[in-house]
Nanobody, 113 residues
């Protein structure tokens, strides 16, 4: 059974930064694509970014240029660096092992002045 533990969320002002972390249990972390999704109240969950086993990345247009997804296979962790945060980035952010039912518990990100 895969367990994902997220951290790094919080309250920040517009223009601020946060770094989210997701630590995964289990073996063969390195062969999977990992992703971050987010869901705001009353809105559909959406893909924010994903990173493949080779390190190639995909970003939502709304975060491109501001967010960076990365991974550390030795630490079995995936990260999301969020810069220049906007109020519309406010959501619960979830770590996800791509194309599986494995999700993190979610971490709240609130961007407000």
């Amino acid at each position: 059974q895969v367990q994902l533990v997220e951290s790094g969320g919080g309250l920040v002002q517009p223009g601020g930064s946060l770094r989210l972390s997701c630590a995964a249990s289990g073996s063969m972390f390195h062969i999977y694509t990992w992703a971050w999704h987010r869901q705001a109240p009353g809105k559909q969950r959406e893909l924010v970014a994903r990173i493949s086993s080779s390190g190639s990345t995909v970003y939502a247009d709304s975060v491109k240029g501001r967010f960076t997804i990365s991974r550390d296979n030795a630490k079995r962790s995936v990260y999301l660096q969020m810069n220049s945060l906007k109020p519309e980035d406010t959501a619960v952010y979830y770590c996800h092992r791509w194309d599986t039912a494995y999700w993190g518990q979610g971490t709240q990100v609130t961007v407000s002045s």
